[in-house]
């Protein structure tokens, strides 16, 4: 079946820091790929997402590549801020792109 | 403002006793969902509907019942047959899919066993 592995946190980075989050999947076919995100207290909404290979998405400064080759999604960005201080999560759809899979969560800690 | 709205935010439940959470949507989806998030373990799906009248079972539904009766409305009931109850509870939505893989989720239930 599909499976995402994210990279364990809690990640702590100061302000302007580069940041990478580690995003890997397990899946048959040709699944779509995302990141959402989650701040403290609330639901999750969708960060940036990406449909084929080679594809890059991006939003807020946050990007990701979309690799077959290495089965990777992994999410960066060159410079955070304490606004980035959430939880992000990795997720797939399978190939009727009915149903996430998600990965475990990667808090990420921003300090000033 | 359109969205999803969970309640309520906080719930706690004694062992034995049955608890509904409730989650509206006015987004005109109609796909729904529920899931539990647990600490370092992300999101498990319980159920899902993808018509009115319609809904499956996701990867942990045991312990878990639902309903769907109006496009809007998709309430789940955390039964005394769950073992482990304690958790946060995110309601989603979804136009199905078209390979947008987008979910609108609503801000969470946190239910607390006793």
């Known amino acids: 079946g599909n499976s995402v592995t994210q990279m364990e946190g809690p990640v702590t980075l100061s302000e302007e820091a580069f940041l990478t989050i580690n995003c890997t999947y397990t899946a048959t076919g040709y699944p779509s790929l995302f990141w959402y995100v989650q701040y403290p207290g609330e639901g999750l909404q969708l960060l940036l997402k990406a449909t084929k290979a080679d594809d890059k998405g991006s939003n807020k400064g946050f990007e990701a590549t979309y690799r077959k080759e290495t089965t990777s999604f992994h999410l960066e960005k060159g410079s955070v801020q304490v606004s980035d201080s959430a939880v992000y999560f990795c997720?797939?759809?399978?190939?009727?792109?009915?149903?996430?899979?998600f990965g475990g969560g990667t808090r990420l800690m921003v300090k000033p | 403002d359109g969205g999803i709205t969970q309640s309520p935010k906080y719930l706690f439940r004694k062992e034995g006793q049955n608890v509904t959470l409730s989650c509206e949507q006015n987004l005109n989806h109609d796909a729904m969902y529920w899931y539990r998030q647990d600490p370092g373990q992300g999101l498990r799906l319980i159920y899902y509907?993808?018509?009115?009248?319609?809904?499956q079972k996701g990867d942990i539904a045991e312990g878990y019942s639902v309903s769907r009766e109006k496009k809007e409305s998709f309430p789940l009931t955390v039964t005394s047959a769950q073992k482990n109850p304690t958790a946060f509870y995110l309601c989603?939505?979804?136009?199905?899919?078209?390979?947008?893989?987008?979910?609108?989720f609503g801000e969470g239930s946190r239910l607390t066993v006793l």
């Open positions: 989603a939505s979804s136009i199905p899919f078209a390979n947008t893989g987008e979910l609108f």
């Open positions: 509907s993808q018509i009115v009248n319609d809904f």
């Open positions: 997720a797939l759809s399978d190939n009727a792109g009915n149903m996430l899979t």
